[in-house]
Every structure is written in structure tokens, then in C-alpha cells.
């Protein structure tokens, strides 16, 4: 029942980590793994934060895995290098651009070796009265982070239907205020987004699909505590791959290159019979075989001489002794490697039953699990309603 156990590891800025059906020869090396990880990253015990502002702004609201006893200090029995903390800070008075914007987290921790420490890190910003520099410097995978975390935490005392409409009304409302008083005259029927935040309705969307807002029926009561738990803790990097995967094609990598190829965009209009991808969204890592691929890559790779013929149950790649198998297994290595959990490889072949899971993934398109569910396209479509429903 992760709801109930997952209230002791969020209430002490602890984690969870879910291995479903647990078999000890697929699942165990991963759970070593993660141990490993767990008790060798850095890490802080009994500590207290506080944040402190300057005149104008206050901080009104907290989100993360800690224990609050009054409405100022966030108390963690113990803090990790993987997870991050988010405050909002409200703007209640006159800010003057003279004066600045002045923000200071202050820590009171005791370290491994026993020591009572105190981590300060102060923070200057600088202030506007110009709404159009407002939206040209602003910062929109720290907005994502941060509306995740806060609609994470309103499942607790509202439904997903609702969290859904109001973060669709959040989205409509910003770029609306965007279109009213920065963009120049154009006519009604073009959808004008800020520079930075051209991004932002690709990235509501994703939320609103997302298994920690969403659960559709397929996903279950575990799951869902399980994402919510874990969206509510995580950094900023991880929490844009969450909600919008990386899909990597790697039937077109060179043998001569090094590093990771370029992503593509999640959709399946990307995908192709002949290729295989690979998808990661720091909880999942899946490997997509189509059944038209080149015999020669698939026996390469695979040690089998077509897609029909891959076992996968495997949960791991096996490397061979030839440049294409260490070049597909170097880059699986690079894309999981720098990710706070270890994950279970899928081989999901085109057409079997689970090619439904990783078109899940693929978030650019509509989803299966869900009428209400918008295709990026969609979606779109449907913020220019509601911004020229605000401004007529």
C-alpha cells in the first residue's frame, strides 16, 4: 500500500522505490543498485530549512518530502543530493528595481561525519515593471518543476478532473496575459507564444497525461502513489524527461561517432517499421524493435537473425563482440547512467501486446487511455479557444 508508506518517507525527505512483481534473477541487480546509489550519493541528517525574502515578496507555500510544525521551517530527518525542494514566493507590495529581490535558504544540518553544519545560498534578483521582460527572461523547465510539484500536491484534497481544468486555465491564463499586453497587434487568429515559453502548452499537456496527474484506469493505486511520491521530490532535469521522454533512434547510429545521437519528438508518426528507438523518462527505459529492421542489425545486436526471434523477457542488454553491439550498448549506458534510479529495460517488439505501453510514452499524440486526452496538436488548437475566449 505505497499511499500509506509513502506518507513516512515524504514526511522525513526520504524516497520510494517500487519493483513491481519483484523476481530476485531480473530485478535484483537493480535493486542493489539502487541501494548502492542510496547510501553513497551525499546526504544531510536532522535538518532544518528556512527561507527568508526581502520587503515585497514572502514565501507562502512549500512543496517536497519534508515535516512542517509551523508555517516557516521545513524539518527533513534527512536530505539527498537527487531530490529538490520548491517554494513559492508570493509578490504582495511595491517592488522598486533599485531595490531588488533578495531570497536566502538557510540549512541547520549535521553531516555524515556528525557535524552541525549550516549551507546558506543567497539569491539576487533583479526587478521589472515591463511585462515583456518579464516573459523574455523567464525560466520554463523551473515552471514546469514547479507546477508539477504544486498539482501533485492538490490530488490530495481535489480530484484529477479538476487539477486537469486548472492547470489548462493556468496555461490559457499566462500566454492570454502574454498576447494582451506584450505581443503587437496581429490578427485574432493567430496564436502568438512568448520566445521562452513557446514550449509551455507541449508541457501542460504532458502533465495533464502524465501518470502522476492523470492514473488513467489501466494504472493502478500503487502506481499512482508511486508517481505522485516521486514527482513531488524531483529536480528540475528530471522532471522535464519525465513528463516529455527522450526517444533516441538508434538503427541510424554510426559506428565511428561517439555520445548519445539527438532525440526525436515523441510521436509515432517518428517511428518507423524499420527502425528501433530507445525511450527513457528516468523511471522507464524501453526498447522499441520494429519488425521490418535490417536482419543484419538485428543479429548484430541481438545475436538472433530477425525481431521475431529477440527474447523479451530479457531485461538487459548483452553486449557482443562486434562495434555496432558496444556502440548500442555505450549509448544505453550514457542514457541511463546519470539517472538517480536504475532502470528495468522493456523490449517492447512492434505489434505485441505491450507496444500499447510504449506508445503511453509517446506524449506528442493522443492518448488511448483517455477521451479528455489531447494530441499536442490538439491541445493547441484548444489554448487559441480559450486565450480568444479571455480576450474578447
Not at 515578496?57 to 536530505?79: H, K, Q
Not at 559506428?255 to 528516468?282: A, H, S, W
Amino acid at each position: 500500500d505505497i499511499a500509506t508508506l509513502s506518507q513516512v518517507s515524504r514526511l522525513t525527505g526520504g524516497q520510494v522505490y517500487k519493483y513491481t512483481y519483484f523476481q530476485s534473477d531480473l530485478d535484483g541487480e537493480r535493486f542493489i543498485s539502487d541501494l548502492r546509489h542510496n547510501v553513497s550519493r551525499p546526504v544531510v541528517f536532522d535538518a532544518i530549512m528556512r527561507v527568508r525574502t526581502s520587503t515585497g515578496v514572502r514565501p507562502t507555500d512549500f512543496f517536497g518530502a519534508f515535516y512542517m510544525g509551523n508555517t516557516t521551517d521545513m524539518e527533513l530527518a534527512s536530505l539527498n543530493s537527487d531530490v529538490a525542494l520548491a517554494c513559492e514566493i508570493k509578490h504582495d507590495d511595491k517592488l522598486t528595481e533599485e531595490d531588488g529581490v533578495y531570497i536566502q535558504a538557510a540549512l541547520l544540518y549535521t553531516s555524515c561525519s556528525g557535524q552541525r553544519r549550516l549551507r546558506i545560498c543567497n539569491l539576487s534578483l533583479s526587478v521589472c515593471d515591463n511585462m515583456g521582460e518579464l516573459y523574455r527572461n523567464c525560466d520554463l523547465d523551473t515552471v514546469v518543476n514547479f507546477l508539477a510539484k504544486q498539482n501533485v500536491s492538490k490530488l490530495t484534497e481535489s480530484n484529477p478532473k479538476a487539477v486537469r481544468e486548472e492547470l489548462m486555465s493556468q496555461c490559457a491564463t499566462i500566454l492570454a496575459c502574454y498576447r494582451k499586453n506584450c505581443a503587437s497587434p496581429s490578427s485574432a487568429g493567430q496564436l502568438i507564444l512568448p520566445e521562452c515559453m513557446k514550449l509551455l502548452p507541449l508541457y501542460t499537456n504532458c502533465l495533464i497525461k502524465s501518470d502522476a496527474l492523470s492514473g488513467g484506469s489501466d494504472l493502478g493505486c500503487d502506481d499512482r502513489a508511486f508517481h505522485m511520491t516521486t514527482v513531488s521530490s524531483m529536480d528540475v532535469a528530471s522532471s522535464l524527461v519525465y513528463f516529455y521522454p527522450r526517444l533516441i533512434p538508434l538503427h541510424t547510429v554510426s559506428t565511428e561517432e561517439t555520445g548519445v545521437p539527438d532525440q526525436i519528438r515523441c510521436t509515432m508518426e517518428k517511428v518507423r517499421d524499420e527502425g528501433v528507438y530507445l525511450l527513457e523518462n528516468g523511471i522507464h527505459v524501453l526498447l522499441f524493435v520494429g519488425l521490418a529492421v535490417d536482419p543484419q542489425w538485428i543479429q548484430e545486436v541481438f545475436g538472433v537473425a530477425t525481431a521475431a526471434q529477440i527474447d523479451i523477457d530479457k531485461t538487459k542488454l548483452v553486449q557482443r563482440d562486434n562495434q555496432l553491439s558496444r556502440r548500442v550498448c555505450d549509448i544505453y549506458t550514457a542514457v541511463t547512467a546519470d539517472r538517480p534510479r536504475t532502470m528495468k529495460l522493456t523490449i517492447v517488439r512492434q505489434r505485441d501486446k505491450l507496444e500499447i505501453i510504449f506508445k503511453h510514452f509517446l506524449c506528442e499524440d493522443r492518448s488511448t487511455a483517455s477521451e479528455s486526452h489531447f494530441s499536442y496538436v490538439d491541445f493547441l488548437c484548444h489554448m487559441h479557444k480559450e486565450i480568444r475566449a479571455m480576450l474578447s
